[in-house]
């Protein structure tokens, strides 16, 4: 006979009732009172597609009362709107979502552990997680990158107490966390949490480089608290603090001794919408956490689906194979341009298209390592580096990258920071006659061999610049000359790469600083641009603007600050961002409702608690 406490009998029972009339609750109850066991089993993946309910004798995928599809998650008092779902086309219709079932995601990623504190769990693919299971202190909205609580009860701030700014210039940062937040066993999250996966972080053996970083700037013995009051004292004031406890561990559970051998093939007790069941392979199970306390605007338990499961797959081919043959129900984060062609033009298949964090772009040289690449460089001259961002045509190199995707770019902060986006570059897309001063010049481009898409741009630069008497001299090297003999030593003019974004408003102005602020090797302004003493009017406006931009505390002055410095970085042609790489998910809509990719914040399954089984 089932225990009183049996998570997965109890999951049927509340899943259930605010979804159906008081006589079918009633029948349920007496079925639970009269010892009649129920189907699945706490290590088994519950809620098979074609499974009957034995003490009601239905089909296990119940339907929702007044199903709205487009409606908010709640998770506590915290809000995430998702995207109305659109149907993939006319003759599909949209089904209310059922609870029960299953569906199968297919990553592309080869982690060797599931354990992302460590360094063999420094893979994308891990982030599929995050929105399953993982409790954040605070995190990233999936579709709009901007900060919000998790399991706490507010953001801090100077105006509400929650940051203050001691004599010695430190910081302390306090949380008080929400008093439904529970892990899927029941035990309410607690300081103690925020202190282990603090010991852990600076303690635990085989520790990633970076999250230990990170940990590092909390000053030694400032985490305190009790029950569900948190602070902790950072070294400076920063908004960084946002990324500290994005991954909470629970303390009465995870020991500091054996952490990084014990989890790599498990995972710790789960406070999201779904909880870790076992990993069999390249597949991680997860099946519904009733505990989270997750619904939708109507009161609706979520998720819908019993299970889900995500399946590791070595390459966007594999992903691609998966998907069409029906092995997989979705698949992402797809990259190839080509393979996604191949899905989007099979009819039962759907794709959502979005773009970053990877972004191509254009950059000058401002050091006097250009001379060693052309002696007669006059690429200090604005008007000639003007003339080159209006005459190329970003949405043809972005047409040659990303074929029937294409979509140039206007901005470097828009895949960090989406709302922050002005278009800064989209001036140069305007008509605009020759300057006499130009003609004549000579540009030497580098970038690197062996890629097809840069030796388009290159050959495009040529043709284009040409027209106004621009003469473009290109070299194409291989990958590592490129980077050690050419761009992080700065000799070059003008080169082509790409830019990985730093997700969210503190990794916005973090890229700033470190890509055309900050020299090698603290940094990477390979471009050098507003560096020396002898600064133009723009430029000494550009440091004042970098200095202490990571001491800023409120997210209004912090993007005030940031659009700014764009600004000036698209007025000056620094740089001229192109196209980002695409970043897509793919789904079988027959099959799964309610899919909708988000961005690489929570990824593929940032909305899995409102997908629902249409089999």
């Known amino acids: 006979m089932p225990k009183a406490d049996d998570p997965d009998l109890f999951r049927r029972l509340t899943r259930r009732l605010p979804l159906v009339g008081g006589f079918v609750a009633i029948v349920l109850l007496l079925a639970f009172a009269?010892?009649?066991?129920?189907?699945?089993d706490s290590d088994d993946v519950p809620g098979d597609q074609d499974e009957v309910d034995v003490a009601s004798g239905q089909d296990s995928r119940i339907e929702r009362r007044d199903?709205?599809?487009?409606s908010p998650?709640?998770?506590?008092?915290?809000?995430l709107a998702t995207p109305a779902i659109q149907p993939p086309d006319a003759?599909?219709?949209?089904e209310d979502p059922t609870y029960g079932g299953s569906v199968t995601v297919g990553v592309v990623g080869t982690p060797d552990s599931l354990n992302p504190f460590v360094a063999e769990g420094n893979d994308d693919a891990v982030q599929a997680f995050r929105s399953l299971v993982w409790a954040s202190a605070m995190q990233?909205?999936?579709q709009t990158l901007e900060p919000r609580p998790g399991v706490v009860v507010e953001t801090p701030t100077l105006g509400n107490g929650g940051l203050t700014i001691n004599q010695d210039g430190t910081?302390?940062?306090?949380?008080?966390?929400?008093?439904?937040?529970?892990?899927?066993?029941?035990?309410s999250l607690t300081f103690d949490?925020?202190?282990?996966?603090?010991?852990?972080?600076?303690?635990?053996?085989?520790i990633n480089p970076s999250v230990f970083a990170r940990y590092a700037s909390i000053v030694e013995g400032s985490v305190l608290g009790e029950g569900a009051s948190v602070s902790f004292t950072v070294g400076r004031p920063s908004l960084g603090f946002v990324e500290l406890f994005d991954i909470l561990l629970p303390a009465h559970q995870v020991e500091v001794g054996g952490f990084a051998s014990e989890w790599n093939d498990e995972l710790w007790l789960s406070a999201g919408p779904f909880r870790f069941v076992r990993r069999s392979g390249d597949d991680v199970v997860f099946a519904a956490n009733p505990a989270a306390g997750i619904t939708d605007e109507d009161g609706n338990p979520l998720p819908f689906l019993d299970a889900l499961t995500i399946r590791f797959l070595r390459s966007d081919s594999e992903a691609t194979d998966a998907l069409v043959a029906g092995d997989v129900d979705i698949a992402g984060t797809l990259q190839d341009r080509r393979l996604i062609e191949q899905i989007d033009d099979e009819p039962d298949l759907d794709v959502d298209v979005r773009y970053g964090p990877k972004w191509e772009q254009l950059s000058f040289q401002f050091g006097e390592g250009r001379f060693d690449e052309n002696p007669d460089s006059v690429i200090d001259s604005l008007e000639l580096r003007q003339e080159v961002a209006r005459r190329i045509d970003r949405t043809a190199l972005a047409e040659l990258a990303l074929g029937r995707y294409a979509k140039s770019v206007d901005s470097m902060i828009a895949f960090s920071w989406p709302s922050a986006d002005t278009g800064a570059w989209s001036i140069y897309d305007e008509a605009h006659e020759l300057e006499a001063c130009c003609e004549g010049a000579v540009i030497a481009f580098v970038t690197s061999a062996g890629d097809e898409q840069r030796a388009?741009?290159?050959a495009h630069l040529v043709e284009r610049l040409d027209q106004v008497g621009v003469r473009i001299e290109v070299e194409l090297e291989e990958l590592g000359r490129f980077f050690e003999e050419k761009v992080i030593p700065g000799r070059f003019e003008l080169a082509e790469w790409n830019w990985t974004a730093t997700l969210g408003p503190v990794g916005a102005a973090s890229d700033l600083v470190d890509r055309y602020a900050t020299l090698a090797p603290d940094g990477n302004n390979f471009s050098q641009f507003a560096v020396g003493d002898d600064l133009s009017e723009a430029e000494a406006e550009f440091r004042d603007l970098v200095n202490g931009l990571d001491a800023v505390l409120s997210y209004d002055d912090l993007r005030e600050r940031v659009t700014r410095i764009e600004r000036i970085l698209a007025d000056q042609v620094v740089l001229i961002p192109l196209f980002a790489d695409l970043n897509v998910g793919a789904s079988r809509p027959s099959v799964v409702g309610g899919f909708v990719h988000a961005t690489p914040e929570g990824g593929i399954t940032a909305t899995a608690a409102t997908w629902w089984d249409r089999r």
């Open 34 to 40: 009269s010892g009649i066991r129920f189907a699945g």
């Open 67 to 70: 199903p709205e599809p487009s």
């Open 73 to 79: 998650v709640t998770l506590g008092p915290t809000t």
């Open 91 to 94: 003759s599909t219709p949209i």
């Open 140 to 142: 990233l909205d999936p």
């Open 171 to 187: 910081m302390t940062v306090r949380y008080e966390i929400r008093q439904d937040a529970v892990w899927e066993d029941g035990v």
């Open 193 to 206: 949490d925020f202190l282990r996966t603090y010991e852990v972080a600076t303690s635990a053996a085989n």
């Open 456 to 458: 388009a741009s290159a």
